[in-house]
């Protein structure tokens, strides 16, 4: 355990830590679905745009890093002043000097202070926070091991961006039958563009354009069981209309009899493409399309026909 983390273990009521850029600071989105989302904690970054919606799960594969934080002068004031610095030259002036010397060596030397970040929404935030230094200083026009990149500030913007999860419209809608083309639609997409800024003011921006591209239609059971068609489905399917050509949705060969509660679960997943355009730096890679499914039950009966015997004839 790192000595730094250790000492406020041992010492929370008597020290109490004190705010520098980015310290104490929590960013929160709300989300919900099967996202891990952002939530940043001792952070300078700033992540604005549709960030409310539900994510697929993406996670940022590295959920703490160093960042850009005070310069020297800025770092001394900050750490030789206040409750903190009196608390501990009340304790031990011995060691409190010797705290603050390692930031008087620093005056006038060109660089900045590096402070740990973290995205508290990861389950491994915290542990990888605690195992990153207080602070580190780094000259100017260099990035440490760990250091936040135009790469990850891109990963950070990824975990934040969410979209609409719609509702699935079918004709027929409380129950199917089999052989009968069953409409697919969403409704409640509204906007079929997404967008979210991860920035780190003053240094780098990225921001991530999703947009709603097509749907896929998984029926919930085999091939031989239904015909799936999507020559015509879009970006968001294509509402039942009297008289037109059948050319997104389920044709269902077999009843829902037999299936767990007589019912098939039917999903559409919506595929949003993203783009990237970062500013501060190129991002060499692209992420891949958010997906999000969305499921509703389709119970599918058979169409009864009755045969009456012709007038005069007997039945037997």
């Known amino acids: 355990m790192k000595a730094w983390l250790a000492a406020l273990l041992v010492a929370p009521l008597l020290l109490d830590p004190i705010p520098g850029p980015g310290d104490n600071t929590t960013q929160e989105k709300e989300q919900t679905g099967n996202t891990v989302g952002w939530r940043g904690k001792h952070t300078s970054i700033r992540v604005s745009g ?54 008087k060596d620093k005056i006038g030397k060109d660089g900045r202070w590096w402070l740990p970040g973290l995205n508290e929404a990861d389950p491994n935030g915290v542990a990888c926070w605690t195992n990153l230094e207080q602070f580190i200083f780094v000259p100017t026009g ?45 409704e409640g997409v509204g906007e079929q563009t997404r967008t979210v800024t991860a920035e780190l003011p003053g240094v780098m921006s990225v921001t991530l354009v999703a947009t709603l591209e097509d749907i896929q239609i998984d029926p919930g059971t085999t091939r031989e069981r239904a015909e799936v068609t999507e020559s015509g489905c879009g970006a968001a399917g294509k509402p039942y209309t009297k008289g037109a050509e059948f050319s997104c949705g389920v044709r269902y060969l077999r009843s829902s009899i037999d299936q767990p509660r007589e019912k098939y679960t039917l999903t559409v997943t919506t595929l949003w493409p993203v783009d990237i355009q970062a500013q501060g730096g190129v991002v060499p890679f692209q992420f891949d399309p958010v997906e999000l499914e969305t499921s509703r039950d389709v119970p599918v009966g058979e169409i009864q026909s009755n045969v009456t015997p012709p007038s005069g004839q007997n039945g037997g």
């Open 50 to 103: 549709d960030v409310r919606g539900s994510g697929d799960g993406y996670r940022i594969p590295q959920p703490c890093w160093y960042e850009p934080g005070p310069t020297p002068e800025e770092m001394l004031r900050q750490r030789s002043e206040g409750r903190d610095a009196a608390n501990r030259a009340r304790i031990d002036e011995e060691s409190h000097q010797a705290f603050i010397q390692q930031f």
């Open 142 to 186: 260099t990035t440490p091991p760990s250091g936040l990149t135009i790469e990850q500030l891109a990963q950070i913007a990824r975990a934040a961006l969410t979209v609409p999860e719609p509702a699935v419209k079918l004709n027929p809608d409380a129950k199917s039958y089999v052989n009968l083309p069953t409409w697919v639609w969403l």
